[in-house]
């Protein structure tokens, strides 16, 4: 490489000073030699300043082609551009080449975009950053003038060219913007004035990329800001103090329903006309403080839209001061809420229909965090509770409220529905501050995130006061209902009853006479006597048997639960009935399964469940008008392990569509009958946790109940 050569010519003033000190020197010239010379110094004159009017007229070309460039009108690419530098620089330059490559700073390339006089290879292949022309310039951050030697290298450059220069794109920061090159293929002298102009070409490509890019850059973010205004429904305004000029953006004429950008944005007075009347105080009250504060604005309020709707709009605005702290504007933004309204009062309607669910089936609903002790309650389930809606209450302090006998079992639930990660339902009472006993019921499930782990409990609570003391209630009256049926069983066997204790006691006044006869004789026959007298005590004893199976079965007190074998229940019934059993000529066979378990019931009230059967079996038997009359009753275990008693008949039968008829209240096929004996008995039976069913026989006519109990071990 050589360094960068000055232009030749020597200067008018140095030459006219060259010519008058040689007049100086001699002492006399002819007249000829006199006119010879200074046609000569008008020659060289001339010369001078044909070179200098050259050197300005392409000064003047060069200025010329560079504010052509820069008075171009907007709208022109960057390519279009720079290539109308390279055609000034070709031009200034008289260069057979010349190029603009920009330096992709990602992949570290420089990539051509704009040449003349390049060819088709040294466009695909560019400028190696390698070579030592390129490295020179990177390095120093000048340009470089080019040999022979140097243009080798350079893609396009070796074809012909002998000279040519690279000088750097550098902008404002001192960062490389990319390089521009002249090539020529003749032997070139550089003159002050090409390279002059070669670095204002230079600082014209550079700020020419770098208003470029600024500009590009800005419209991005005016793309962005705009684009990201429409999506989220923002608009953004401003508001200058004093003169009432506004701003507004795309987005906040979209807002007001008005052509986004086709007019001004309205003034103050146009603004506060689109401000729904009923509004427009309030938001005035909001602004006008703001401003005498030098304050944030925020305010909610209602706009006419031209289309005549009303769109809800929530308006944020940060002041703007200048030096001396003097409030200058207000900038802001505006976002369209109408949706979010409704979606709130869609919610808040949810809410308070939820809530008055709740309150009317005394339903509440409750979470627990997890891990944690954090609680979330709803307002019916503080008032089952007792406590003040929205009062902190702790998982502890919940469970402490638990009535004593059943805080245990419900720990127990909750820690085994906590460890395993399960649902879980359990009963319980709660113990109101005010001392009221609550009856409840909850149930509760574990909430999972994605990975699977729980992150909370969520639930119900049920307040069954009121159903548990209705439920109390009906038992009574089943009780009383059960009481009034079995005196009602015992008023229809008075006869049967006073048969069976006429025996006994006929009995007993035989043998008393046969004793005072015997004890009266002479001599008194004492073995016969002690005999009668035997005989007496066993008729008593008899007769007091069946006063107290009548005593237990119309004892009326509460439920008592015991171990009880059907078998011996059945045997009692039938002694109660054995009177009638005679007397209607019916035959009674009994078969139990002598493993048969024990059940867990009240005696009693089962004693009436087998009575109402027998009774049932033993009415319709009798009423057939010739032999046999046949009750069998069987007790077994079916197929579940419970314990089957079956009563079966011979009688009339059911009607075909009175299987589940029978036991509904009141309805009966007697004369005389109040079509209560079945309801009752099949509501005994499944308070016992069993079932009471009727079966028709088609063929061999009768009827068949049956009903089934748990067995004692299985239910324990």
């Known amino acids: 490489m050589r360094p960068a050569l000055g232009y030749s010519g020597e200067p008018i003033g140095q030459s006219t000073a060259s010519v008058r000190k040689d007049e100086m020197s001699e002492p006399a010239v002819d007249a000829t030699e006199e006119v010879r010379r200074l046609t000569e110094l008008a020659e060289a004159l001339r010369r001078e300043l044909d070179q200098r009017q050259a050197?300005?007229?392409?000064?003047?070309?060069?200025?010329?082609?560079?504010?052509?460039?820069?008075?171009?009108?907007?709208?022109?690419?960057?390519?279009?551009?720079?290539?109308?530098?390279?055609?000034?620089?070709?031009?200034?330059?008289?260069a057979d080449m010349a190029g603009v490559h920009l330096f992709d700073s990602r992949r570290g390339t420089l990539d051509l975009v704009a040449d003349r006089g390049m060819t088709d290879d040294a466009r695909r292949r560019g400028v190696p950053l390698d070579s030592l022309?390129?490295?020179?310039?990177?390095?120093?951050?000048?340009?470089?003038?080019?040999?022979?030697?140097?243009?080798?290298?350079?893609?396009?450059?070796?074809?012909?060219?002998?000279?040519?220069?690279?000088?750097?794109?550098?902008?404002?920061?001192?960062?490389?913007?990319?390089?521009?090159?002249?090539?020529?293929?003749?032997?070139?002298?550089?003159?002050?004035?090409d390279l002059r102009f070669t670095d204002l070409f230079a600082r014209q490509i550079a700020d020419l990329i770098q208003c470029g890019?600024?500009?590009?850059?800005?419209?991005?973010?005016?793309?962005?800001?705009?684009?990201?205004?429409r999506i989220c429904g923002t608009g953004s305004w401003a508001w200058k103090v004093g003169t009432d000029e506004m701003f507004w953006s795309d987005e906040h004429f979209r807002i007001w329903g008005l052509d986004q950008?086709?007019?001004?944005?309205?003034?103050?007075?146009g603004y506060i006309s689109s401000i729904h009347p009923a509004d427009w105080p309030r938001v005035r009250a909001t602004f006008e403080k703001a401003v005498a504060d030098g304050g944030v604005y925020d305010c909610e309020y209602r706009i006419h839209r031209p289309d005549g709707t009303i769109r809800s709009i929530h308006s944020i605005a940060h002041p703007v001061l200048d030096r001396r702290e003097q409030l200058v504007e207000y900038i802001g933004t505006v976002v369209d809420v109408t949706e979010r309204k409704h979606v709130e009062e869609a919610a808040c309607r949810s809410l308070a229909y939820l809530a008055e669910g709740e309150r009317m089936s005394h339903t509440g609903?409750?979470?627990?965090?997890?891990?944690?002790?954090?609680?979330?309650?709803?307002?019916?389930?503080?008032?089952?509770?007792?406590?003040?809606?929205?009062?902190?209450?702790?998982?502890?302090?919940?469970?402490?409220?638990?009535?004593?006998?059943d805080l245990a079992a419900a720990r127990e639930v909750w820690g085994r529905a906590v460890a395993l990660s399960i649902p879980f339902e359990t009963s319980f009472r709660v113990v109101r501050p005010d001392a009221g006993v609550r009856h409840v019921r909850s149930a509760g499930r574990p909430a999972f995130d994605e990975t699977g782990t729980v992150t909370e409990f969520v639930g119900t609570l049920i307040d069954e006061t009121e159903r548990w003391a209705a439920e109390s209630a009906l038992a009574r009256v089943r009780e009383q209902l059960a009481h009034v049926g079995r005196v009602t069983a015992m008023g229809a066997l008075t006869a049967s009853i006073a048969h069976e204790l006429n025996q006994p006691l006929a009995a007993i006044a035989a043998n008393a006479q046969a004793c005072m006869h015997w004890i009266g004789a002479s001599p008194s026959n004492l073995e016969e006597a002690s005999a009668a007298t035997q005989r007496i005590v066993r008729d008593a004893k008899r007769a007091s048997d069946v006063i107290a199976h009548i005593?237990?079965?119309?004892?009326?007190?509460?439920?008592?639960?015991?171990?009880?074998?059907?078998?011996?229940?059945?045997?009692e019934v039938a002694a109660l009935l054995a009177g009638d059993i005679r007397g209607k000529g019916v035959t009674l066979d009994c078969h139990f399964d002598p493993d048969l378990p024990e059940v867990t019931g009240d005696r009693v009230q089962l004693q009436q469940v087998v009575l109402n059967l027998v009774i049932n079996a033993i009415e319709s038997v009798a009423?057939?008008?010739?032999?046999?009359?046949?009750?069998?009753?069987?007790?077994?275990?079916?197929?579940?392990?419970?314990v089957l008693v079956r009563v079966r008949d011979n009688g009339g039968g059911l009607e075909a569509d009175s299987s589940e008829r029978v036991f509904n209240g009141f309805y009966t096929t007697k004369p005389f009958g109040m079509g209560m004996g079945l309801p009752i008995s099949r509501s005994?039976?499944?308070?016992?946790g069993g079932r009471l069913w009727a079966e028709r026989d088609a063929g061999a006519g009768g009827a068949t109940f049956s009903f089934t109990l748990a067995a004692r071990a299985a239910a324990s």
């Open 55 to 94: 050197e300005l007229s392409a000064e003047l070309l060069a200025i010329t082609r560079m504010h052509e460039v820069s008075a171009r009108p907007q709208g022109h690419t960057e390519c279009e551009l720079l290539e109308a530098v390279v055609d000034a620089i070709v031009a200034v330059q008289s």
């Open 133 to 193: 022309s390129t490295a020179e310039v990177l390095r120093r951050g000048e340009r470089v003038l080019l040999g022979p030697d140097d243009l080798a290298p350079i893609p396009g450059l070796e074809l012909g060219l002998v000279a040519g220069q690279m000088t750097p794109l550098l902008g404002a920061a001192g960062e490389l913007l990319g390089v521009i090159t002249t090539g020529f293929r003749a032997a070139h002298e550089w003159r002050d004035r």
């Open 213 to 229: 890019r600024a500009t590009a850059a800005l419209r991005r973010s005016e793309f962005y800001l705009s684009e990201g205004q």
């Open 261 to 269: 950008g086709a007019s001004q944005s309205p003034d103050y007075a």
């Open 365 to 405: 609903s409750w979470s627990v965090a997890m891990p944690g002790n954090t609680l979330f309650w709803s307002p019916e389930h503080y008032r089952i509770f007792g406590l003040e809606a929205g009062s902190e209450v702790t998982l502890d302090q919940a469970l402490a409220m638990i009535h004593p006998e």
């Open 551 to 571: 005593r237990t079965f119309l004892t009326h007190g509460k439920p008592v639960q015991s171990a009880v074998r059907l078998p011996d229940v059945v045997r």
């Open 623 to 642: 009423a057939l008008p010739q032999p046999p009359r046949l009750v069998w009753i069987r007790a077994e275990r079916d197929a579940a392990a419970n």
């Open 684 to 688: 005994i039976v499944e308070a016992h």
